[in-house]
């Protein structure tokens, strides 16, 4: 499989200052669709 997700600005920017904690995240198929599960992306202040 190959997917990708759709991110807000405020996500992006989590992201790159390394606030995204993946440790425990898995994927769920579910009717022809995938879901993330278990990612937590802390905003910034």
């Known amino acids: 499989f190959e997917a990708g997700v759709a991110l807000s600005g405020w996500?992006?920017?989590?992201?790159?200052?390394?606030?995204?904690?993946?440790?425990?995240?898995?994927?769920?198929?579910?009717?022809g669709e995938a879901f993330l599960l278990g990612c937590n992306?802390?905003?910034?202040k």
Do not use: F, N, S
Not at 13 to 26: H, S
Not at 41 to 44: A, D, G
């Open 11 to 31: 996500e992006v920017k989590a992201l790159r200052a390394g606030k995204a904690q993946l440790t425990d995240t898995y994927v769920l198929l579910k009717d």
């Open 41 to 44: 992306i802390t905003p910034l």
